[in-house]
């Protein structure tokens, strides 16, 4: 029996999942697949939390699976080997999946279609991850926004064109459980342990996918304050595809603008990385290379570590050590510390995080950072430089997130600053002018 083929990856979910739904819509039997890539896995240490996040959403989906009499089978290896394996296991019409924007899937997906070609079957890929795709917001001249105020304008005037068309199903869920029939009755699942691919069991806690309308209704008044419970800490769910951004895009369309805005740089820096893959390896703007940059490793242990004197940078980098979760806030003090008052390059931070934060994701990351050291699109000025001390002032008044993080904050044992805030802003401003000049 023919069957067609969907492939499980960054949208681990049945319900509203395009390529799912069209995979089901198709008229043959679907087989679901993932596969544990080693090109990513072998970078990872073992008690990654991420891996162990992925591995219970396919278990979970495995169970789902089953009972609808149908299962999912899971792979591990490259890519390459994973489908020579599939093909042989099954008679393969055509391959489902949802597109990904990151440079190394892009080169992954185009050896995977050629190779299904020569097996007489088709990659079909669909859009899920995002609400706009690179190539559907774009200036006058065609040409890609590389600055987000004007791209959100355009973004939210195509929402609302595409509300008011002729297809008045935009941002509506893709019903793919309506077709649960199509599924390959097959119950012979199999997830792969995690020692198999040599991983062990992680204690971080992953977030709920489940946000309090009362929360988004109030994100734009208390989203910047670390010690409030006023963020989604959703982004492990968008990473990973376990939940469903029009869905969300629907809800923050009703309750708050603000959260609507975080939705629209996800889709910024998602076309950012598509058009210019060059952001994953160095700054956007080429001029930018030329600043000499520290390469104070004993400085950037104590920036890791939560120990640099500052009491506001050192919480977040506690909570990132200990939870995978830095709060939004902080993440630009720290980024802003790490480039600016340090001077070590905005790599070594955009690299630490891309190790310890669950909701990493390339395009946002590498932005976020590139914004935060003035070197990338619509970047912060390099001469705007983050006062740790006036934004704990301003965001952490009583220490109630730097106490729960820093307990011997005000104590003999907290160290003193390692860099004198004039000192680190007037040296920035000397390196930063010297490399631009």
């Known amino acids: 029996m023919k069957v067609n083929i969907f492939w499980f990856r960054r949208d681990l979910r049945l319900e509203d999942n395009a390529g799912l739904y069209h995979a089901l819509r198709a008229k043959k039997p679907?087989?679901?697949?993932?596969?544990?890539?080693?090109?990513?896995?072998?970078?990872?240490?073992?008690?990654?939390?991420?891996?162990?996040?992925?591995?219970?959403?396919?278990?979970?989906?495995?169970?789902?699976?089953?009972?609808?009499?149908?299962?999912?089978?899971?792979?591990?290896?490259?890519?390459?080997?994973?489908?020579?394996e599939i093909v042989k296991e099954h008679e393969v019409n055509d391959v489902f999946t949802n597109r990904d924007y990151e440079p190394y899937a892009k080169t992954r997906d185009e050896k995977i279609g050629a190779f299904l070609k020569k097996q007489g079957s088709e990659l079909r890929t669909f859009k899920d991850h995002v609400i706009f795709e690179s190539e559907e917001v774009r200036k006058a001249d065609n040409l890609p926004y590389t600055v987000f105020t004007p791209y959100k304008r355009k973004w939210l005037a195509k929402m609302e064109s595409e509300?008011?068309?002729?297809?008045?199903?935009?941002?509506?869920?893709?019903?793919?459980?309506?077709?649960?029939?199509?599924?390959?009755?097959?119950?012979?699942?199999?997830?792969?342990?995690?020692?198999?691919?040599?991983?062990?069991?992680?204690?971080?806690?992953?977030?709920?996918?489940?946000?309090?309308?009362?929360?988004?209704?109030?994100?734009?008044?208390?989203?910047n304050f670390p010690a409030i419970d006023g963020t989604s800490r959703l982004g492990i769910h968008f990473r990973f595809g376990?939940?469903?951004?029009?869905?969300?895009?629907?809800?923050?369309?009703?309750?708050?603008?603000?959260?609507?805005?975080?939705?629209?740089?996800?889709?910024?820096?998602?076309?950012?990385?598509?058009?210019?893959?060059?952001?994953?390896?160095?700054?956007?703007?080429?001029?930018?290379?030329?600043?000499?940059?520290?390469?104070?490793?004993?400085?950037?242990?104590?920036?890791?570590?939560?120990?640099?004197?500052?009491?506001?940078?050192?919480?977040?980098?506690?909570?990132?050590?200990n939870t995978g979760h830095m709060h939004n806030r902080v993440r630009m003090v720290v980024a802003s510390f790490l480039t600016k008052h340090l001077l070590l390059p905005w790599g070594w931070g955009e690299a630490y995080f891309a190790e310890k934060l669950l909701d990493f994701d390339l395009a946002s990351n590498s932005g976020g950072w590139q914004w935060a050291s003035g070197t990338g699109t619509d970047a912060a000025p390099y001469f705007r430089i983050f006062n740790p001390t006036s934004q704990l002032t301003k965001f952490d008044k009583d220490f109630k997130y730097v106490k729960k993080w820093v307990p011997e904050f005000g104590t003999d044992d907290y160290p003193e600053p390692i860099v004198d805030h004039k000192f680190a802003r007037e040296r920035c401003l000397a390196a930063y002018k010297q490399g631009l000049s």
Not at 245 to 260: D, P, Q, V
């Open 242 to 321: 376990t939940i469903s951004i029009r869905e969300k895009a629907r809800h923050a369309l009703k309750l708050n603008a603000t959260y609507l805005s975080e939705l629209v740089w996800r889709d910024f820096y998602s076309q950012i990385l598509d058009y210019f893959p060059h952001v994953i390896e160095g700054p956007f703007r080429e001029k930018y290379k030329a600043i000499e940059w520290r390469a104070d490793e004993k400085d950037y242990e104590a920036w890791k570590a939560g120990k640099t004197g500052y009491p506001l940078v050192d919480a977040g980098m506690r909570e990132l050590n």
């Open 163 to 223: 509300m008011k068309g002729k297809d008045s199903y935009f941002l509506s869920s893709y019903p793919s459980l309506k077709y649960k029939s199509q599924f390959h009755k097959d119950k012979k699942g199999y997830i792969i342990p995690l020692s198999k691919m040599g991983f062990t069991s992680s204690e971080i806690q992953i977030p709920s996918r489940e946000v309090k309308r009362s929360l988004i209704k109030k994100y734009d008044e208390q989203r």
């Open 30 to 84: 679907v087989q679901c697949v993932f596969i544990f890539d080693k090109e990513i896995l072998d970078k990872l240490p073992e008690d990654d939390a991420r891996v162990n996040f992925i591995h219970q959403e396919l278990t979970r989906l495995n169970e789902e699976l089953v009972d609808l009499g149908a299962c999912l089978k899971s792979y591990y290896g490259t890519p390459e080997s994973a489908w020579k």
